[in-house]
């Protein structure tokens, strides 16, 4: 259990870093300086957001 949680966390941190890290950049040049752990709340909603809008429907 504690191994399935630990792999759970770590696939998710990667799947949503390309997120993450787009939007530190782009609120890096808007002037707001925030980290990753600042940023992954909002790079957790964009990446449900293009998971969504991707998937395919019936």
Avoid: D, E
């Avoid at 040049?29 to 449900?48: D, E, M, T």
């Amino acid at each position: 259990m504690i191994k399935l949680l630990l792999s759970f966390a770590v696939v998710f941190l990667v799947a949503t870093f390309p997120a993450t890290w787009l939007l530190m950049l782009f609120m890096g040049n808007v002037g707001l300086a925030v980290g990753y752990w600042g940023a992954l709340p909002l790079g957790i909603l964009v990446s449900a957001l293009l998971g969504s809008a991707s998937a395919s429907t019936y």
